[in-house]
């Protein structure tokens, strides 16, 4: 796709594909994609990829690679079955929130956009069977949000422990949303899952002693030595 146009189709390969690389600005959608017979390699080298229920693999053991470049765009939802390796931006699909359910390795390399949707009280969500690496940057939105203390968005649903951590933000720091701070996790749930929970923390005990005042036992507070 190299003439800027958007391209829409719903088809089952059956013949042996083994590479295919998306070229151009414009955007390639694909649904219910279908590699039976060899394991796909999928470079997005430009633009948008944008796929649903896609597979690139033989089966759970030989698992195809999609690799987007930085610059280029991954817009994924639904089972996808391939290894991501992002350098570029990765978006989950849907018109509000989604649920990305892959098998595969996920890496977001250091120079990777991880785009995080929140509306109302739900989050985007991915849900990760292999193994995973995070090193890309973190970028939040919001809809109609209004947080309350101990707000859990468990967006990152893991069967393995988490490699890794967004860039600046390691295990326990906080996520300034809109002005509004949020901890970040990457031990939460069954103790393998990324989430970002409210914690309003006014208060800091440093220096010995609480810096903004006396702390309000409403909320949290950090205790630095």
């Known amino acids: 796709?190299?003439?800027?146009?958007?391209?829409?189709?719903?088809?089952?390969?059956?013949?042996?594909?083994?590479?295919?690389?998306?070229?151009?600005?414009?955007?390639?959608?694909?649904?219910?994609?279908?590699?039976?017979?060899?394991?796909?390699?999928?470079?997005?080298?430009?633009?948008?990829?944008?796929?649903?229920?896609?597979?690139?693999?033989?089966?759970?053991?030989?698992?195809?690679?999609?690799?987007?470049?930085?610059?280029?765009?991954?817009?994924?939802?639904?089972?996808?079955?391939a290894n991501l390796l992002i350098s570029g931006s990765l978006v989950i699909g849907g018109d509000t929130t989604g649920v990305l359910n892959t098998k595969g390795l996920l890496h977001l390399l250091p120079s990777s956009n991880f785009y995080l949707r929140i509306k109302d009280k739900v989050s985007d969500v991915i849900t990760l069977d292999g193994q995973s690496m995070l090193n890309g940057n973190l970028i939040v939105t919001h809809t109609n949000y209004v947080p309350t203390l101990e707000d859990q968005f468990i967006f990152i649903k893991s069967l393995n422990s988490i490699?890794?951590?967004f860039n600046s933000y390691p295990e326990g720091l906080s996520y300034n949303i809109n002005g509004e701070k949020f901890r970040i996790s990457y031990k939460s749930g069954t103790g393998n899952d990324v989430s970002l929970t409210y914690k309003d923390y006014t208060t800091i005990w440093e220096n010995s002693k609480w810096s903004n005042g006396n702390p309000d036992y409403t909320k949290d507070a950090i205790i630095k030595e």
């Open 1 to 81: 796709q190299n003439n800027h146009i958007s391209i829409n189709f719903n088809k089952d390969l059956k013949h042996s594909i083994s590479n295919l690389t998306k070229i151009g600005s414009g955007t390639l959608k694909a649904t219910n994609f279908q590699l039976p017979l060899i394991p796909l390699i999928l470079n997005v080298t430009a633009g948008k990829l944008s796929i649903e229920n896609f597979n690139t693999s033989v089966n759970s053991n030989i698992m195809g690679n999609i690799t987007v470049a930085s610059g280029a765009t991954l817009e994924a939802q639904g089972d996808v079955e």
């Open 163 to 165: 490699g890794g951590s």
